[in-house]
């Protein structure tokens, strides 16, 4: 398979480094990482490097994160790496796009541009986009690819139910909910939603029949999980059989796991797009396969 | 006196900030902050900025608040900033100046060009630079001030003892120690150091007679504490009446400050460049002076 002819990862990313060299066929190297007392970092990259290179980070509490991959870019790009490419499964700061209030930072067109000062192409599964239509408006490389977790949340739904329902927990996410049903024709629905803040939000069902259905609310990320666990406790009054979490990107913040179980729901899962205990379905194979399609200039 | 007109801080800089906002009779404003569960900041500047902004941020700590300065700086200049500068009284990143290993990313350019990208000028106090001879090599802004804590660390020392004598801990601060020790003809010699590894040092002493004088430490930084302990036991050993120590920049990390006093020093000085305890002097005054000296280019 072409694509980069190595990738590069942090020792936290160990396991998802090793899955995704093993899908692309490709030879990985650890980044050595010493922390210095005063919270600098000191990184080592291998002494000599392919002219093409990837570098594996997830950007879950990602300001840290940043400076590394900053180090690590440039650091490359001095050791002959010709084209870089980042594979972040997650990818942060994608839903600050505008100034909802004057004078605040456009963190998604910053960061977005900080990427594309580092890396040729970038590599991500389902971005939280709202107002920008596609990945290379927030993050201007000549290579933006995003990949979803939907169809692979859709087959592992599908068997562990015969004849469940999708529900999102918001109209945001209609068109994603409409395409992972619509893989095993499952009925689907998405919920009304309104937010006060980082962690209170209201939700008001849609107009259907929810009596005796297995629901598995499916959403792209959970982060404070009270809009999972406010949904999920309105369908178990409104008759559901169950109700199930399926998410791509599993942040879960703080209590955030809990008060989703205590509302109610059964099974918790997710994409290993952030390493986290719910991960039931593996990117790696579809990470690698967007690895192969990456334009690498030849050495000519 | 002329300089930026505005100074921009964040909240736990609040003391810093109007010390310095006093000595250059500059308006300032806070930068708000809010902290997402995720880790993910969002900023937000006064909605309107005049042509020249500073920014107030010492860099201890410094990776997300790297972050903080990309998201900051970008943000400024949409709102009106034409002429940025960076006060960071202690610069993060700069011993790390060549690759001491193959492969090794060497940080201070990278961070300094990183900020050279941001700023149209930066001002610290005492950088720790070894093999760049300016400020402007590491961080290539137009403007690169370096400042020294040395001469009112000095003139702190001249109001406790009369006739101490001053000691670095090893030669690369020779210079720096004559400096501060010529203000006011105190003695001076200079230590001989290897370094085992972040921690562990070794030190002998230099030909001097130090039997029943005041020795006062003086150093540009002070982290994990080991240099400075080891070099007092040897001093008291020599005969030393007491042992003071002096710093520029109080990273005192984890239980360095302990360390210290057990190794018998007794009062432990520092300039306010890290917000500490141990802060004795006051750097805003010569910070507020080379504010004033910016070539801040006018509106026409």
Chains 1, 2 share one sequence.
């Not at 469940?164 to 909910?177: C, F, K, R």
């Not at 009270?226 to 309105?234: P, S, V, W, Y």
Request: contains cysteine; charged residues 15%.
């Amino acid at each position: 398979m072409p694509g980069p002819e190595l990738l590069l990862y942090f020792e936290e990313d160990q396991a998802s480094a090793q899955r995704l060299a093993d899908a692309a066929g490709m030879a990985m190297a650890r980044i050595e990482r010493h922390r210095f007392p005063d919270g600098e970092l000191k990184l080592r990259l291998p002494a000599q490097l392919p002219r093409s290179v990837t570098v594996l980070r997830t950007l879950d509490h990602p300001n840290e994160k940043l400076v590394e991959l900053l180090l690590t870019a440039q650091t490359a790009r001095t050791l002959g790496a010709v084209h870089l490419s980042l594979v972040t499964p997650y990818l942060a700061y994608m839903r600050q796009d505008i100034a909802f209030h004057p004078g605040e930072a456009v963190s998604q067109r910053i960061v977005g541009r900080f990427l594309a000062g580092l890396f040729d192409a970038v590599i991500t599964v389902d971005p939280h986009l709202h107002r920008v239509a596609t990945l290379q408006e927030a993050v201007p490389v000549p290579q933006a690819i995003v990949l979803s977790g939907a169809p692979l949340l859709s087959d592992w739904i599908a068997s562990h139910h015969a004849n469940p329902m999708l529900v999102g927990p918001d109209e945001e996410s209609a068109q994603w909910i409409a395409q992972a049903a619509s893989r095993h024709g499952f009925d689907h629905a998405v919920c009304h939603k309104v937010r006060h803040g980082d962690r209170e939000v209201v939700i008001t069902l849609p107009d259907a029949p929810f009596t005796g259905r297995a629901v598995v609310l499916l959403d792209d990320v959970a982060s404070s999980g009270r809009t999972l666990a406010h949904a999920a406790q309105l369908l178990l009054a409104a008759g559901a059989a169950s109700v199930d979490v399926a998410v791509t990107h599993a942040l879960f913040a703080d209590d955030a796991l809990p008060i989703i179980h205590q509302a109610g729901v059964n099974a918790v899962w997710s994409t290993d797009c952030i390493p986290h205990p719910t991960n039931a379905v593996r990117m790696a194979p579809l990470l690698a396969q967007a690895l192969s399609t990456l334009s690498i200039p030849s050495s000519e």
